[in-house]
């Protein structure tokens, strides 16, 4: 699958359940760390698994699996690293505290909902 292709499925995850504000910023001319950073929104702890969960299943029934997945126990801030395509959920005011939009802002905001 190509960048584009996972972020597109990884958004299309999360709108299905629901995420809240879902943003798509494509990086590649920023940084090396991705080609894509996808951030959403939580209404609860619960949700924010949900979310995680859904992506990884809807991406591993395509043969991908995450390099690595980080804060899922506390579930305020949950990373899912695709390599080219980093997955951010956030739940509650945690998302307005690290402000990932303002600091990726250079980067292109793409709509793939």
């Known amino acids: 699958m190509t960048p584009l292709e996972i972020a597109k499925t990884a ?10 504000d879902i943003q798509a910023i494509h990086v590649t001319k920023v940084t090396v760390l991705a080609d894509y950073f996808i951030i959403a ?29 980080e804060g899922y126990a506390e579930a305020s801030w949950i990373v899912l690293d695709y390599g080219s395509v980093v997955i951010h959920v956030f739940y509650g005011e945690t998302r307005e505290f690290y402000s990932l939009e303002r600091l990726w802002a250079d980067g292109e905001p793409i709509d793939l909902i």
């Open 41 to 69: 929104g939580a209404t609860s702890n619960t949700q924010a698994k949900a979310l995680v969960d859904e992506v990884e299943f809807q991406l591993e029934q395509k043969g991908l699996r995450p390099r690595g997945i």
């Open 11 to 20: 958004v299309k995850a999360l709108d299905e359940k629901k995420a809240k």
